[in-house]
């Protein structure tokens, strides 16, 4: 059964922040909201496969959004669990198939970003033949989902130092995911879709965070057609979205943004003249957080 939509962060969660005393830059007193961080080690059936930093909430979801995304679970597993431990900081993923992934894991590597991602050497070999669906965008949407995301309460209005990804149906924000790392928050949300079976052809994809290589990857394994950014890319990140053809937006702050993959798919019906610039509030944390 699909929870309610939609699914929005909860920046009052005690478990998510802390508050902790400093001083300011005239030498004053002060306490801020800080954003916890967490690790979280994921297993599949009885193989460890990695250790992730998160701030700790949807365990569930990253655990099975991150080996989807890895390609370790297959579009038709069947899991028969999974078991969170809270006090061991694991979560175990169990499928009826039987998996070994010992080759895949060593063959791990870094990538760019914050809270260091981690992506598998061949994660490239899903991308091949692959063609997502040539959906249609509405700038009018662009615009209403900016609207909405960036005044929806959030661990990053409360604290920043944190990611966001927002899956949307048309104008419509359906599951809000955080984390520190964007690659984390993209998980959830691919994890969210394969645990309640959410189908990708109608769907946008707006995140917080860069336009890198594995976020472009990430999005096009999940088969969502649109990927929309407040921030800008990575010159392999648009090449990938050509490739594969992803409508890739970016640097989508109140009036403006850029397209640099699909405008053939972007309908303007929507006068940019006629939308409001971004909040101050907002142009503030995005500065502080680079």
Known sequence: ?????????????????????GTDHTGASTEISVVEERPLTIFLNSQEIV???????????????????????????TVTGVDYDEELETVV????????????VR????????????????????????????AEVRTSWLYALAKEINTTPSLY????????????????????????GR??????????????????????LYTTGRLTSEMVIKTAQMGIPVLVSRSGFTAWGVEIARRVGLTLVGRMRGQRFVCLSGEE????????????EEASKHRRKAAQDG
């Open 183 to 204: 690659h984390n928050a993209v998980d959830k949300i691919a994890g969210f879709m394969f645990r309640h079976g959410v189908t990708p052809e109608d769907k946008i």
């Open 107 to 134: 063959k791990k590597t870094r990538t760019s970003g914050c809270a260091v991602g981690t992506v598998f050497g061949d994660m490239m070999e899903g991308l091949e033949g692959l063609r997502l669906p040539a």
């Open 1 to 21: 059964m699909l929870p309610d939509y939609p699914m929005l962060p909860d920046p009052t969660d005690p478990r998510l922040t802390r508050r902790i005393a």
């Open 93 to 104: 993923v169990r499928t009826a198939r039987e998996t070994s992934y010992e080759d895949k």
């Open 51 to 77: 250790t992730a930093m998160t701030i700790g909430d949807y365990p569930d979801y990253l655990a099975l959004g991150f080996l989807r995304n890895q390609g370790m679970l297959l579009n038709d597993d």
């Open 157 to 180: 209005l409360e604290a920043g130092a944190i990611h966001g990804t927002v899956l949307c149906q048309r104008e419509r924000p359906l599951v809000y995911m955080e984390d520190v």
């Open 265 to 276: 798919r972007l309908i303007r019906d929507a006068d940019p003249a006629h939308e409001a």
